[in-house]
């Protein structure tokens, strides 16, 4: 079980792309959260070991997460990025808890230390 390690954050431009990574492995659920300065950490995607996944309204459509378990890599695909999507993202890893939603930061235990993402006008 390794702790997650996030890459591949940036500047962008609004209307761009990104694509985050984290290596990490050996949970059976898997996440993406943002915090953008001065504000609260929200969870933006999860995937689960039976490949469903789980998006924040405000970013359907336009994230996409994934895994390569070959390469113990999950993956955020970011499209059609806004200013409003600046902040630090961060991967985690969990099990599903009973009670909460996939998008609940009480069922993640590891976190990596977040990579940037900053989008300009």
């Known amino acids: 079980q390794m702790q997650p390690v996030e890459s591949g954050g940036g500047s962008v431009q609004a209307g761009g792309s990104l694509t985050l990574s984290c290596a990490a492995s050996?949970?059976?659920?898997m996440g993406w959260f943002r915090q953008p300065l001065g504000k609260e950490r929200e969870g933006v995607a999860s995937?689960?070991?039976?490949?469903?996944?789980a998006y924040a309204d405000s970013v359907k459509g336009r994230f996409t997460i994934s895994q390569d378990i070959r390469e113990n890599t999950l993956y955020l695909e970011m499209n059609n990025l806004n200013v409003e999507d600046t902040a630090m993202y961060y991967c985690?890893?969990?099990?599903?808890?009973?009670?909460?939603?996939?998008?609940?930061?009480?069922?993640?235990?590891?976190w990596g230390q977040g990579t940037q993402v900053t989008v300009t006008s």
């Open positions: 995937l689960a070991g039976d490949g469903s996944t």
């Open positions: 985690a890893t969990g099990f599903t808890r009973m009670g909460y939603g996939r998008l609940d930061e009480r069922n993640f235990q590891r």
């Open positions: 050996g949970f059976s659920l």
